[in-house]
């Protein structure tokens, strides 16, 4: 069964960093990229970042300049680093992922993980 588990979640101050980590684990054929979403109280769920099996890199403008997406081949696992980290950052972080399994090309999704950036 092909799992996506995160960590790194928490309460952080306003200008803090946190690194968020999600490793990927079951009968994968290959990955096709992976990313982060968040959802705050109140607001549609909104891509943070993403990276594609090539190591391109896409992020929200929200985020730009202050978070970095990274993946570790080897561990089938993707990093989201955020510095500068705002009240606005609140919210709850999704991993996603598409993977190729047995049945061919398919998104999952983490359980998601909690940020919350308050003093």
């Known amino acids: 069964q092909v799992q996506l588990v995160e960590s790194g979640g928490g309460l952080v101050q306003p200008g803090g960093s946190l690194r968020l980590s999600c490793a990927a684990s079951g009968r994968i054929f290959s990955i096709n990229a992976m990313g982060w979403y968040r959802q705050a109280p109140g607001k549609q769920r909104e891509l943070v970042a993403v990276i594609t099996s090539g190591g391109s890199t896409n992020y929200a403008d929200s985020v730009k300049g202050r978070s970095t997406i990274s993946k570790d081949n080897a561990k089938n696992t993707v990093y989201l680093q955020m510095t500068s980290l705002k009240p606005e950052d609140t919210a709850v972080y999704y991993c996603?992922?598409?993977?190729?399994?047995?049945?061919?090309?398919?998104?999952?999704w983490g359980q998601g993980t909690q940020v919350a950036v308050s003093s």
């Open positions: 996603t992922a598409d993977l190729t399994v047995a049945a061919g090309p398919t998104r999952y």
